[in-house]
């Protein structure tokens, strides 16, 4: 009997070594993509798809990786990237209807591609329309977006006021009208109002920890900032929440701000060594001597 358990065991165990693979592809491919490495996230993330074609996160993973080298890439790659892409977020799809994220990332092709790559808004509101079916809140996000890329500011923010008024307490809904406001109207002080009652509805939030951090760059008090953005760094952010690599750089500026050089260039050196790849926190590391 010890000895039948013992097999069961080792049997396990091997049965389980393609999945713990694959996870650490994941888990590699992710980190390449937070470092900005799209070539080398694809290629891990190809591995993870080969390994197991029927995980639709793989897919979207890929399909994630390949949308970002696209945007590197020269015209006729973009075309063959951004079809990879699409055909990636549609297998992702198909594998598991539920996967919101792929859904989106559907829905922000459909609303960029042009018509003779199968671009449509039409497509786009369709995907909006599944997405409100299963997540009412992201629902209102996925509209807001393709309205913001037609340029319909005012049908965008309605959104995103619709989103607030049927969830009140929701401080992700509360953060999502905080970041348009801050973005598309510059309106710091409407911002920072959402992001402290994101906050107050959920301290544990830690996005609207972040949010309420660098908006002190430009509105309120920055020992505050300071303070929200020093508290993000303990966190680990998950996948699509701001990096810490963006949270040194915010606190960076809040220094800069302060006349804190040495504090400013050590935050933002931190960034730079988080994620070499971004072009504002160099040019920042160049303000400070």
Same mark, same amino acid.
């Given at each position: 009997?010890?000895?039948?358990?013992?097999?069961?065991?080792?049997?396990?165990?091997?049965?389980?070594?393609?999945?713990?693979? $694959?996870?650490?592809?994941?888990?590699?491919?992710?980190?390449?993509?937070?470092?900005?490495?799209?070539?080398?996230?694809?290629?891990?993330?190809?591995?993870?798809?080969?390994?197991n074609p029927k995980s639709a996160?793989?897919?979207?993973?890929?399909?994630?990786?390949?949308?970002?080298?696209?945007?590197?890439?020269?015209?006729?790659? $973009?075309?063959?990237?951004?079809?990879?892409?699409?055909?990636?977020?549609?297998? @992702?799809?198909?594998?598991?209807?539920?996967?919101?994220?792929?859904?989106?990332?559907?829905?922000?092709?459909?609303?960029?591609?042009?018509?003779?790559?199968?671009?449509?808004?039409?497509?786009a509101f369709a995907q909006a329309?599944?997405?409100?079916?299963?997540?009412?809140?992201?629902?209102?996000?996925?509209?807001?977006?393709?309205?913001?890329?037609?340029?319909?500011?005012?049908?965008?923010?309605?959104?995103?006021?619709?989103?607030?008024?049927?969830?009140?307490?929701?401080?992700?809904?509360?953060?999502?009208?905080?970041?348009?406001?801050?973005?598309?109207?510059?309106?710091?002080?409407?911002?920072?109002?959402?992001?402290?009652?994101?906050?107050?509805?959920?301290?544990?939030?830690?996005?609207?920890?972040?949010?309420?951090?660098?908006?002190?760059?430009?509105?309120?008090?920055?020992?505050?900032?300071?303070?929200?953005?020093?508290?993000?760094?303990?966190?680990?952010?998950?996948?699509?929440?701001?990096?810490?690599?963006?949270?040194?750089?915010?606190?960076g500026r809040i220094f800069e701000?302060?006349?804190?050089?040495?504090?400013?260039?050590?935050?933002?050196? @931190?960034?730079?060594?988080?994620?070499?790849?971004?072009?504002?926190?160099?040019?920042?590391?160049?303000?400070?001597?």
């Open positions: 009997m010890q000895r039948t358990i013992a097999v069961i065991a080792v049997l396990v165990g091997l049965m389980a070594l393609p999945l713990f693979a $694959q996870n650490s592809l994941l888990d590699q491919g992710r980190a390449a993509m937070t470092r900005n490495d799209a070539d080398a996230a694809a290629a891990l993330f190809e591995k993870a798809v080969a390994q996160e793989a897919h979207y993973l890929l399909g994630s990786a390949y949308g970002s080298q696209a945007q590197k890439a020269s015209f006729f790659g $973009q075309a063959s990237l951004a079809g990879k892409t699409r055909d990636e977020f549609e297998k @992702a799809v198909e594998l598991d209807p539920n996967h919101l994220e792929a859904r989106f990332g559907l829905l922000q092709y459909y609303a960029f591609a042009p018509g003779i790559m199968g671009g449509s808004y039409d497509k329309a599944e997405i409100r079916k299963r997540d009412p809140l992201m629902g209102h996000r996925a509209a807001a977006f393709i309205y913001s890329n037609q340029k319909k500011t005012e049908e965008a923010k309605k959104e995103y006021l619709d989103e607030v008024r049927e969830l009140p307490k929701s401080a992700r809904a509360h953060l999502d009208l905080g970041v348009f406001v801050y973005f598309v109207g510059q309106n710091y002080k409407a911002a920072a109002d959402e992001y402290e009652t994101a906050l107050k509805l959920d301290p544990a939030y830690m996005p609207s920890c972040f949010r309420a951090g660098q908006v002190t760059v430009f509105y309120g008090d920055p020992a505050r900032g300071e303070e929200l953005l020093r508290k993000y760094l303990t966190y680990s952010p998950k996948e699509n929440e701001p990096s810490l690599a963006r949270a040194h750089y915010w606190l701000k302060q006349g804190k050089k040495a504090e400013a260039k050590a935050s933002y050196a @931190a960034s730079l060594k988080l994620n070499p790849n971004q072009k504002d926190v160099a040019e920042a590391l160049k303000r400070v001597p």
